[in-house]
């Protein structure tokens, strides 16, 4: 079976009515058809919009060029563009395609972000009265360059229960990002076990550490468990 290298691209929307990003992940190879992947990006309001795109460095062993364009180890097209009406008739959607260049990844997961962002643009030729402030919504993309040999390696350090939140601190020991996704938080109270579910684990379920790093996790406890003591020894977390 040929091994390759691949990109898990995650996005988040903040504003999910203004633009909009899909699919929500992607899968690349270096080199074939599948070094080239197209996210579509489609407007969704009343007007039009303007989209800029870029890559940056992420990894915590790019401290030298964390947030800096990572534009030498990809390709990206249209770095500009604008986005009409879908009522208008005009081009209301339009394929970002995202090309890796940097050549292979032989010992660790590299990690990016692929940010797409609105920026402000007005086509009126009316002068405004006084200012008008505009939303400028932002999507990050996490995207992770790694082997299919890379795995993670994850354990729990800490764990407590601080001011009605429970903080949980992690370590990836492993080449690969590891996601939340197969989580299980236990608290015993009073000879019983309180489960969380997915909803009452926001900030932590669905988010990930990456490769050979440590991360602290926090997460709003639900009212009933704010009001118990709740020792460390009580706390289970299955990763």
Known sequence: MKKFNYFLISIISFNLFALRLTPMAGYMTPSG??????????????????LKVRIEY?????????????????????????????????????????????????????SFRLIVEQVPLNFSK?????????????????????APKFKSSVSVLSS????????????????????????????????SVRSLTRDEMKGIYLYSVLANSNRQF?????????RSRINANNIEIQI
């Open 58 to 110: 992420r990894n915590p062993e790019d401290q030298m060029k964390y947030g800096k364009t990572a534009s030498e180890l990809f390709q990206v097209y249209p770095k500009k563009a604008i986005l009409f009406p879908k009522k208008s008739g005009k081009t209301f959607k339009r394929d970002i395609k995202l090309v890796w260049v940097g050549g292979e990844v032989k010992d660790i997961e590299r």
């Open 218 to 226: 926090v997460v709003e406890l639900p009212r009933e468990l704010k």
């Open 126 to 146: 009316k002068k405004l009265n006084g200012g008008k402030m505009q939303i400028v919504s932002r999507y990050i993309a996490s995207v992770y360059v790694a």
């Open 160 to 191: 407590k229960v601080s001011g009605g939140k429970l903080i949980v601190d992690v370590k990836n020991t492993g080449t690969k990002h590891h996601l939340f996704k197969d989580l299980s938080v236990k608290i015993k109270i009073n000879g």
């Open 33 to 50: 058809n599948q070094s080239v992947f197209n996210f579509t990006a489609i407007n969704s309001t009343n007007s039009p919009e303007a």
